[in-house]
C-alpha cells in the first residue's frame, strides 16, 4: 500500500494503473475510520482493481462555528486499518494541496442541496462537492463508493456526477449500524455515555416508523411524527429536522411511497447526529 500526500504523485499512478488496463475504485472519507467506512472498501474491492481510499478533513464543508478543528483524527490507526483491508494507496493531502490561496472555484448543486441538512449547513454541500469531483479527477476513479447514512450527500453527488458529465459511477452502499441500531459515525465518539444511550432514539424512532409504513401507514406527519416523539422523550437538546421527502426533488412529501425518504438530524449534547431510512417495499429495520 502506497500513501500519497501530493496531488500529482496519485495523478501519476493513476494514470499508470489506467495504462495497464486496470479499474479503480475510490472511497473518499475524512478518516477516522469505523466499521462504516470498511463495508465501504470492501465494497469497492469488489468493484474495482485497484482500490484508493482518500483521508482528508475537508475544510471548506465546515462553517466557522462547526467542529473542524475538533473533528478526530488517527491516521496511524487508519493506515494500519487500510492496509489489512488490502487498499492500494491512501491519498492523504493537506489542505493547501487541494486548495490555492486564491482558490476561487466552486462546484454548487442548487436543488437537492437546499434542504435538510443543507438548510442549516449552507456552505457544506458546496465543499463536498467541490472536494468530491477533484478527487474524482484526481484519482481517475471509474467508480466513487458512498455510504447511504449520509443520503442527502449520496443523492447531490449523484446529481453531481449526471449534471456535469462525470465519468465515474457512483456505488451506494448501505448504512452500518452499531449492534445497538445507533447509525456509525465517526463523531459517535463525541457522545459521553449518558448520551450515547439517549442517541438510540434516532434509530429506535426510525424503527418505528418503518414498522408503521410495512402495516400500511403512509400519512408524513404521523411517520415523521413517530420519530419526533422518540427524540422528545430523551430530551434531545435540539431537533434540525425529521422530513419526509421525496427522494428524487429531497422536497417534503405529504405521503409515503415506495420512493420516499425518512430523515433526522437533531442533536444530543453538543453532538449533532443524522439517521435516515430509505421507504420501500423492502425497508429495512434501522
Given at each position: 500500500m502506497e500513501i500519497f500526500t501530493q496531488s500529482a504523485a496519485l495523478k501519476t499512478q493513476a494514470a499508470a494503473w489506467k495504462k495497464a488496463g486496470e479499474t479503480i475504485?475510490?472511497?473518499?472519507?475524512?478518516?477516522?475510520?469505523?466499521?462504516?467506512?470498511?463495508s465501504l472498501i470492501r465494497l469497492a474491492r469488489q468493484n474495482g482493481d485497484r482500490v484508493v481510499v482518500s483521508i482528508f478533513v475537508n475544510p471548506t464543508q465546515f462553517s466557522p462555528t462547526e467542529d473542524l478543528d475538533q473533528y478526530p483524527r488517527d491516521f496511524a490507526r487508519d493506515a494500519q486499518l487500510c492496509q489489512q483491508e488490502g487498499v492500494d494507496a491512501i491519498f492523504h493531502p493537506a489542505p493547501e494541496e487541494m486548495y490555492a490561496p486564491d482558490f476561487s472555484c466552486?462546484?454548487?448543486?442548487?436543488?437537492?442541496?437546499?434542504t435538510l441538512c443543507g438548510a442549516f449547513r449552507p456552505i457544506h454541500f458546496r465543499g463536498v462537492c467541490t472536494v468530491c469531483l477533484k478527487l474524482f479527477h484526481l484519482s481517475l476513479a471509474d467508480v466513487a463508493v458512498f455510504g447511504m447514512k449520509d443520503a442527502q450527500q449520496l443523492l447531490v453527488i449523484q446529481r453531481m456526477v449526471r449534471d456535469l458529465d462525470v465519468p465515474i459511477r457512483i456505488?451506494?452502499?448501505p448504512?452500518?449500524?452499531?449492534?445497538d441500531g445507533l447509525a456509525?459515525?465517526?463523531?459517535?465518539?463525541?457522545?459521553?455515555?449518558?448520551?450515547?444511550?439517549?442517541?438510540?432514539?434516532l434509530s429506535r424512532g426510525l424503527?418505528?416508523?418503518?414498522?408503521?409504513?410495512?402495516?400500511?401507514e403512509r400519512d408524513a406527519q404521523r411517520l415523521t411524527g413517530l420519530v419526533r416523539q422518540e427524540l422528545e422523550a430523551v430530551q434531545a437538546e435540539k431537533i434540525d429536522y425529521v422530513e419526509l421527502m421525496d427522494r428524487s426533488t429531497l422536497r417534503p412529501a405529504k405521503d409515503a411511497t415506495g420512493h420516499t425518504l425518512l430523515?433526522?438530524?437533531?442533536y444530543i449534547g453538543k453532538t449533532r447526529l443524522i439517521d435516515n431510512l430509505?421507504?420501500?417495499?423492502?425497508?429495512p429495520r434501522p
Open positions: 475504485a475510490l472511497v473518499p472519507t475524512m478518516g477516522y475510520l469505523h466499521e462504516g467506512h470498511l466552486w462546484v454548487q448543486e442548487e436543488s437537492l442541496s437546499q456505488l451506494p452502499a448504512l452500518v449500524r452499531e449492534e456509525r459515525s465517526s463523531r459517535n465518539k463525541y457522545l459521553s455515555p449518558e448520551e450515547r444511550i439517549r442517541a438510540l432514539a424503527r418505528l416508523a418503518g414498522e408503521a409504513f410495512r402495516q400500511g430523515a433526522v438530524a437533531a430509505f421507504l420501500d417495499d423492502a425497508t
